[in-house]
């Protein structure tokens, strides 16, 4: 079969790999579409900590189960799936409190072990979820980066009452506001991002004020127009927005982030509990590709928007590139195999 496989950090190749064999309890996927995200990049790049290599990228992917391992259900065969890539041990603390995403061995898919930007897959049988046949195979392979949007939101529990500030309107932020708006109805969503393009599509997305904070100078934006976020996603993960997000809440607000960086931001006791101000982090997804596939069921979300560019997965290294420099054009990138 052939696999898109980062050998060393900046050396990225397809490569011809033998088949691998579903071991117990395993399915193996032929492989129809996979996404580009960010972290892929990274890993290419040789920006993620926790990548081993060579490594078989790709933790977005959707196909059909053409294989299984010993002891699951052979009726399984065929089932049109996609991949959640969180691989977990099932009985440690996180776990058993049902935060599988956070698992001490937690192994991800495309980044601890082998990927789906490859011809065909392996993966436990519970992490291959059926998809209905009303949903198409390109929104089926946008399930994992929207259940990213069920995660955080599950944290910040957005009601009708909320006025959500989102920052970054890049893929993640994108996610985020369509839940905001179709799963969760709040009363108005704003979002600050650097680049006018990206404002754009939060609008189509479904923010009501969008803000270039490159430009304006947020706060004082927030204040001519009277608005105090009661929610805040920060789906820029810059660490200097933090201590922003902090000052900018309003009392009993929640602020959700799920930034990788490590440099440290200061941040204030007093700002936090004067307005008892609720801080939440978000990795991956704890179990929620079930509920992203309902949500697209009952069309709560437009997955299709978010695909700008689809390529045939020979063509990897110009879909790459497209990602990685053309962020006022390009959001998801689709891989066909
Ligand atoms: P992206 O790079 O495509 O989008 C980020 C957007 O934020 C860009 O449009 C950029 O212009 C904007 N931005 C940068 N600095 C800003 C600032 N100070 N204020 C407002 N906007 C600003 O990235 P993507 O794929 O949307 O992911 C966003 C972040 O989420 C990344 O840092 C990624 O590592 C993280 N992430 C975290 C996950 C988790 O499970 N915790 C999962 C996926 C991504
Ligand atoms: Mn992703
Ligand atoms: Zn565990």
Known sequence: MKSITVQQPGQLVIEERPLPSPQQGEVRIRVASAGICGSDVHIYRGHNPFAKYPRVIGHEFFGHIDAIGEGVDPSRIGERVVGDPVVSCGHCYPCSVGRPNVCTELQVIGVHRDGGFSEYVTLPAKNAHLVPDCIPDNEATMVEPFTIAANICSQLQPGPLDVALVYGAGPMGLTSIQALRGVYGVKQIVVADRIDERLAMATTNGADVVINNSQLDL?????????????????????????????????????????????????????????????????????????????????????????????????????????????????????KF
């Open 219 to 335: 706060a004082s934006e927030l204040q001519k127009l009277g608005i105090r976020p009661t929610l805040i996603i920060d789906a820029a993960c810059h660490p200097a927005i933090l201590p922003e997000a902090i000052g900018l809440a309003s009392p009993a607000a929640r602020i959700g982030i799920m930034g990788f960086s490590a440099e440290p931001c200061v941040i204030s006791q007093q700002a936090i509990t004067s307005k008892e101000i609720s801080i939440y982090s978000s990795r991956l997804n704890s179990n929620r590709f079930p509920q992203v596939i309902a949500w697209m069921m009952q069309r709560q979300i437009q997955p299709e928007k978010l695909i700008t560019h689809q390529f045939k997965f020979t063509q990897v290294l110009e879909a790459m590139e497209i990602f990685e420099k053309d962020q006022k054009q390009c959001c998801k990138v689709l891989l």
